[in-house]
């Protein structure tokens, strides 16, 4: 197997397992990824499309997520979208553009 795809499927499979314990949904890794209809790397949140990326590079992860997160969220149909970042030492952060923080700010308040 590719060390960067197993890399990466480790990685899907650590923040899908965080989120499943704080959050308290069975979030899952989505299978396919790199298909023409990407929906994004994680599913089980409702109404939420998450790109998961764990480069050394943090700022080359954060720049390809949000590249193809809105590809993916039109493709999901999805309300929110999320970039989920594991930064240099481990630790993750969420990422989201203007638009997206917005909408999930106004949907939070409303």
């Given at each position: 197997?590719?060390?960067?795809?197993?890399?990466?499927?480790?990685?899907?499979?650590?923040?899908?397992?965080?989120?499943?314990?704080?959050?308290?949904?069975?979030?899952?890794?989505?299978l396919g990824a790199g298909r023409?209809?990407?929906?994004?790397?994680?599913?089980?949140?409702?109404?939420?499309?998450?790109?998961?990326?764990?480069?050394?590079?943090?700022?080359?992860?954060?720049?390809?997520?949000?590249r193809d997160l809105p590809r993916?969220?039109?493709?999901?149909?999805?309300?929110?979208?999320?970039?989920?970042?594991?930064?240099?030492?481990?630790?993750?952060?969420?990422?989201?553009?203007?638009?997206?923080?917005?909408?999930?700010?106004?949907?939070?308040?409303?």
């Amino acid at each position: 197997m590719n060390p960067s795809k197993s890399k990466g499927d480790r990685a899907e499979l650590e923040i899908a397992g965080i989120l499943t314990d704080r959050l308290g949904w069975p979030v899952k890794r989505a299978l396919g990824a790199g298909r023409a209809e990407d929906t994004g790397d994680l599913f089980g949140i409702p109404e939420t499309c998450i790109q998961v990326k764990n480069y050394a590079d943090t700022l080359r992860a954060i720049n390809e997520a949000m590249r193809d997160l809105p590809r993916q969220q039109a493709h999901a149909g999805t309300t929110f979208a999320a970039a989920a970042i594991r930064r240099r030492g481990g630790a993750w952060m969420f990422v989201l553009d203007v638009d997206q923080f917005c909408v999930l700010l106004r949907e939070a308040l409303s």
